[in-house]
């Protein structure tokens, strides 16, 4: 199975701060890597998929890059509706795999 | 827009059968080229795969799950289904059903709300 190492795990933020995340995979996935944001109760909402592709209706504040084992999730003006978890997932074998997620909170 | 509604118990004892079901609003299971998925969360801990279903009716599963899964489709109710036999404690968690995206690059959009099962005696 890829193994997808996400960090960090928790990251304290301010309102306009800029934010990265990082997801690693253990092995090179081309651009086969999505974004999510879960709020508590929530189902998670695609946010990027294929890498670095917004998804329809999601802030143009939200960015993504790869492609190949390093993969970033950039908010690049941290909105009160952003504080969430954030995880990663692989589309490029089975069993797909994800991140063990990044929460973002108030600092 | 399509819409997904995950419904089933949410208490199952353990070596029972956990049993749920996705309704699929706004759409049908059998139209292009998507695969609609069951995906797990136990509590604390990362989303887990548990498997697929093609539109056309192929079945793809976990490995993990060691044949104990299958996930069927109603397609006169636009419902497809997951059975997941012999549960023990480990199989407690939220349990999401998702629409796969298959363009190349696969994604899940949209997910269910997702059912808290906990398996308990």
């Known amino acids: 199975d890829i193994q997808m190492t996400q960090s960090p795990s928790s990251l304290p933020a301010s309102v306009g701060d800029r934010v990265t995340i990082t997801c690693r995979a253990s092995q090179s996935i081309s651009s086969n890597l999505n974004w999510y944001q879960q709020k508590p109760g929530k189902a998670p909402k695609l946010l990027i998929y294929?890498?670095?592709n917004l998804q329809s209706g999601v802030p143009s504040r939200f960015s993504g890059s790869g492609p190949g084992t390093h993969f970033t999730l950039t908010i690049s003006s941290l909105q009160p509706e952003d504080f969430a978890t954030y995880f990663c997932?692989?589309?490029?074998?089975?069993?797909?795999?994800f991140g063990q997620g990044t929460k973002v909170d108030i600092k | 827009q399509l819409q997904l509604l995950g419904s089933g118990p949410g208490l199952v004892k353990p070596s029972e059968t956990l049993s749920l079901t996705c309704s699929v609003s706004?759409?049908?299971?059998?139209?292009?080229?998507?695969?609609w998925d069951w995906i797990r969360q136990p509590p604390g801990r990362g989303l887990e795969w548990i498997g697929s279903l093609y539109y056309s009716g192929n079945t793809y599963y976990n490995p993990s799950l060691r044949g104990r899964v299958t996930i069927s489709a109603d397609t006169s109710k636009r419902q497809f289904s997951l059975k997941l036999t012999s549960v023990t404690a480990a199989d407690t968690g939220v349990y999401y059903c998702?629409?796969?995206?298959?363009?190349?690059?696969?994604?899940?959009?949209?997910w269910g709300q997702g059912i808290l099962v906990t398996v308990s005696s």
């Open positions: 294929a890498a670095s």
């Open positions: 998702a629409r796969r995206s298959s363009d190349g690059i696969d994604w899940y959009d949209p």
């Open positions: 706004g759409g049908s299971i059998t139209s292009g080229s998507f695969y």
């Open positions: 997932q692989q589309s490029y074998s089975t069993p797909y795999t």
